[in-house]
């Protein structure tokens, strides 16, 4: 049986580490969270666009992930594409949850930065609303393809995993995602800091 | 792809891009308190110690049970042995001749009568066709 001291946890794969800790290591389960947290901490917040809120998310996410550890089938499922299926189901029934009228509203304000990249910071901010804005006008599946492989920065084949559709199936949401994102958001190029081409 | 097109990706990429640098970062409070979603490992699961002595017909009990437990025959061993070290005891009574111990297991011996049959003809009876 591998022991925790005989090889480095982080040279273990995801499943083999949930596997450890099946059996044993909490060592393994933090080496799981250390690895898989900040990254579904981010996917929630690009959805909820709320940071408590999304740190609620992937707490609850890794709570079910340790309660479902003993049964975890290896070949079954890689367990950050699970765990990307439960935050996305979990966003989902926060949304539901929301009043329509505070979706906006939630938009996180941090205080002003008052250091030399503050424009930049306020031109990141003001461009990132207004995409998330967009996205959220766009169908959902098409919305979640364009989070997924564009800000998550997942490949496709993993897209196509956590969606349960084929790697076709991802491209063709992705891209008609964009140009509608491109579409919705024509009007708003000055405003965002950007040349009006004409072209 | 014509020039517009290009322009219109590029700006996207740069809009994702933005999205991406504006998303906080985790904070140190909320990954500890990640880590403090980890439970005990297999605090659900404890086997509790078993006792340090046991009695020889607990052993017995035992050794049954592990033996159906390692053969994988049965999943839930614990109630037959009961019933095949009850058996094995009722045997070893009958080769006894129901005695344990100076102890009589009947009844009737015990509190001093004789076993008297007062219908010893009626077997015979019984087999010659009654009457």
């Known amino acids: ?199 | 792809m014509t020039q517009h097109d290009q322009n219109q990706d590029a700006q996207l990429d740069d809009l994702f891009a933005a999205a991406r640098r504006d998303a906080p970062e985790p904070s140190d409070a909320f990954m500890q308190a990640l880590f403090d979603t980890i439970p005990e490992p297999n605090a659900a699961t404890a086997v509790t110690a078993e006792p340090v002595s046991q009695g020889w017909w607990a052993g017995v009990r035992q050794a049954i049970a592990d033996t159906f437990a390692t053969r994988d025959i049965f999943a839930d061993a614990s109630a037959l042995t009961g019933v095949i070290a009850a058996g094995v005891f009722g045997v070893w009574i009958g080769v006894n001749g129901g005695d344990i111990g100076g102890i009589s297991l009947n009844p009737f011996e015990a509190q001093g009568f004789d076993i008297v049959d007062p219908f010893s003809g009626l077997d015979l009876s019984y087999l010659d066709g009654g009457a």
């Not at chain 1, 909490?26 to 809120?53: C, I, V, W």
């Not at chain 1, 079910?64 to 439960?86: F, H």
């Not at chain 1, 503050?118 to 990141?124: K, N, R, T, V």
């Not at chain 1, 006008?137 to 800000?151: I, K, N, S, T, Y």
């Open chain 1, 1 to 199: 049986m591998v022991k925790d001291t005989d090889i480095s946890l982080g040279d273990l794969a995801d499943n083999a580490l949930l596997v450890l800790f099946a059996n044993g290591s909490k060592p393994a389960a933090m080496e799981l969270t250390r690895r898989l947290g900040p990254k579904l901490f981010r996917h929630a917040y690009y959805r909820l666009q709320n940071k408590s809120d999304a740190e609620d998310i992937a707490q609850e996410a890794f709570l079910r992930l340790w309660k479902i550890a003993p049964e975890w089938k290896q070949d079954q499922a890689q367990v950050s594409t699970w765990l990307y299926r439960v935050i996305d189901n979990l966003c989902i029934d926060r949304l539901r949850a929301r009043r329509p009228s505070s979706s906006l509203d939630d938009l996180t304000n941090d205080p002003v930065d008052p250091s030399p990249s503050a424009d930049q910071s306020m031109l990141d901010q003001s461009r990132a609303r207004a995409l998330h804005t967009a996205l959220a006008a766009l169908p959902e599946r098409q919305a979640q393809a364009v989070r997924l492989r564009h800000l998550d920065k997942l490949t496709n084949p993993e897209i196509a995993q956590i969606m349960g559709l084929t790697v076709e199936a991802v491209e063709s949401l992705t891209a008609r995602g964009k140009r509608a994102l491109q579409t919705q958001l024509h009007g708003q190029k000055t405003a965002l800091g950007y040349e009006n081409d004409t072209a």
